[in-house]
């Protein structure tokens, strides 16, 4: 009679294991994120690859001879406070985030999750600083995050999520699974167009909507404020970001220290209001390092 409830814990995580395992085998060959090289991210040869990814794996060496394999039970129980953690802030459903750590990582014992700390597939873009992994997706050598430990996947996943394109998502309710599945693929999240069925799948067989929370109204607004200003705050950087790059060095000024939008200004014969419209700022602050568009 002891022995009773381990055995069945045992079999139902190696009957998950049989029944999830078709649908992993589906996103290797099927699932493909509409996110493609972006401007910015320089081709790589073969060579560099290979030798970037050995770096890598030496880093992480000890880590990932001590991996151990997850289950689909064992990788819940390990990511649900911080996918938990990010609904509350942010208002994606903590089911729909394990969900697609599930899809994507192969619940955690795929490559990029175990090498690159990365469970959710997201690839370099053109602002991405940290290290990368390389790896064939939808092109050769394809270019992906990695990073220190997997809660900072799952954090950098709610930001690559507070983008335009996903921003109405962001109005739906934090326990709309259904509504979310459906909007990222809608939003060109997924190429796959079964993709929101598979995502609702796993969360209905695992019964992942148990750690989703209602939100009351006033909470909901003020989220919604929130994160939308954020979204907004995005896309401002991203076209002055934009801006900077397809524009001329001889028509950039580097801030120095000392340096005041004013006099910033009065060198380059122009207005404060014309220097803050050519740099599509809103505010007069500027940093030791900022680069500034001065002309046309």
């Known amino acids: 009679m002891t022995n009773a409830k381990p055995r069945a814990i045992a079999c139902w995580q190696i009957i998950g294991c049989f029944l999830i395992a078709p649908i992993f085998l589906m996103s290797c060959s099927a699932h493909r994120r509409a996110v493609s090289k972006a401007p910015g991210i320089r081709l790589i040869s073969n060579n560099e ?4 990814n050995d770096i890598i794996k030496k880093e992480r060496k000890d880590a990932i001879a001590a991996f151990v394999p997850y289950t689909v039970a064992s990788y819940i129980d390990r990511f649900k406070t911080i996918a938990i953690k990010e609904m509350n802030l942010y208002g ?14 192969g619940f955690g014992n795929g490559d990029l999750a175990k090498i690159a700390n990365n469970h959710f597939g997201i690839k370099c873009t053109s602002d991405w ?61 997924a ?21 989703d929370r209602p939100e009351g109204q006033i ?31 001889a028509k950039l000024y580097t801030i120095k220290t000392g340096d005041t939008l004013y006099n910033v200004s009065r060198r380059f014969g122009l207005t ?3 220097l803050k419209a050519l740099n599509n700022m809103s505010d007069n602050i500027i940093k030791v390092g900022q680069t500034l568009i001065i002309a046309k």
Not at 49 to 52: L, Q, T
Not at 230 to 237: A, E, H, S, Y
């Open 49 to 52: 690859a290979s030798r970037n």
């Open 92 to 105: 994606i459903p903590a089911s729909i985030t394990l969900a697609q750590g599930l899809f994507e990582s």
């Open 129 to 189: 600083k940290g290290r990368s992994y390389y790896r064939d997706d939808d092109q050769v050598n394809d270019c992906f995050r990695v990073y220190d430990n997997p809660e900072d996947s799952y954090r950098d996943h709610s930001e690559f999520l507070k983008r335009k394109r996903y921003a109405p998502l962001f109005e739906l309710d934090k326990n709309d699974y259904k509504g979310w599945a459906y909007g990222l693929k809608q939003a060109g999240y």
């Open 191 to 211: 190429t796959n167009p079964k993709y929101p069925d598979l995502l609702i799948g796993i969360i209905e067989k695992y019964h992942l909507d148990q750690y």
């Open 219 to 249: 909470q909901k607004i003020k989220r919604e404020d929130r994160v939308l200003a954020q979204i907004n705050q995005n896309i401002g950087k991203a076209v002055k970001d934009s801006l900077i790059q397809s524009t001329p060095s």
């Open 272 to 274: 404060v209001d014309e």
